[in-house]
């Protein structure tokens, strides 16, 4: 079977170096330039935990399951699944992400341990990116995205991300809080009447109603976050 690389050979370092050279060699001195790259982002801090491969912008592998088992213990199964189906060692990829919570404090101490681990040991670098802002950056209207998931034991993570020019700006700092007190959070904030609230869980729908009528626009995204983590990182 041939590998991803073999597979996609105008994605080969070397061939693209050898006819960029020219290019390349004409580029500042400090612009940052890769012709391509390849991502690795993993999620073991929701629910349904996921990992993902990405290069340049295009996610070329994704695996999520949902069990009762903890993602964190399957994780590495998956990961072996992952690159033997793309064919990449996992020393070829260039970058490292991870989900950074808030979530599973247990779940996201593998995840960050494990990224980091590799970060190291590959000479990589490793970056970490909120669990709220992935929820976030899968809804595209809304002057500010107010992303909610379940904190469990009655409770609820939220943030406040004000859009800025084709990007998300976090307003503040993340919080954990019932939901009456989520509501009223939302009620102070200023912008509240151009908001639109987002999660990733159909059961948080509830805090959405306690809102009154007209205030908030529910937008429900994907609950697999690996391939939103890697974009973002």
């Not at 072996?80 to 990829?93: M, P």
């Not at 960050?112 to 950056?137: F, M, Y």
């Not at 200023?190 to 009154?212: C, G, I, Y």
Request: hydrophobic fraction near 45%.
């Amino acid at each position: 079977m041939l590998s991803w690389r073999q597979a996609n050979p105008q994605n080969s370092y070397r061939k693209e170096f050898a006819k960029r050279a020219v290019f390349i060699g004409s580029l500042a001195a400090k612009l940052p330039y890769n012709p391509h790259v390849l991502v690795l982002s993993l999620d073991t801090g929701s629910p349904s935990g996921s990992i993902a491969a990405m290069s340049d912008e295009k996610i070329i592998g994704v695996v999520s399951t949902t069990s009762d088992e903890t993602y964190s213990s399957r994780m590495f199964r998956q990961l072996e699944f992952l690159l033997a189906e793309l064919g990449v060692a996992q020393s070829e990829f260039d970058l490292y992400a991870v989900n950074s919570g808030p979530g599973s404090f247990t779940g996201l101490r593998v995840g960050i341990t494990a990224a980091k681990g590799w970060a190291e040991v590959h000479g990589k670098p490793v970056v970490a990116v909120s669990g709220l802002e992935a929820v976030a950056s899968q809804c595209d209207f809304g002057e500010v995205v107010v992303p909610v998931i379940d904190a469990r034991r009655g409770q609820v993570y939220f943030g406040f991300y004000r859009r800025e020019i084709g990007r998300l700006v976090r307003e503040g700092d993340e919080r954990v809080a019932t939901p009456e007190e989520f509501v009223a959070a939302l009620m102070q904030h200023p912008q509240r009447a151009r908001s639109a609230l987002v999660t990733s869980d159909r059961s948080l729908v509830r805090v959405a109603a306690v809102s009154p009528t007209g205030m908030l626009v529910y937008h429900q995204v994907s609950s697999v976050l690996a391939p939103v983590i890697a974009r973002n990182a």
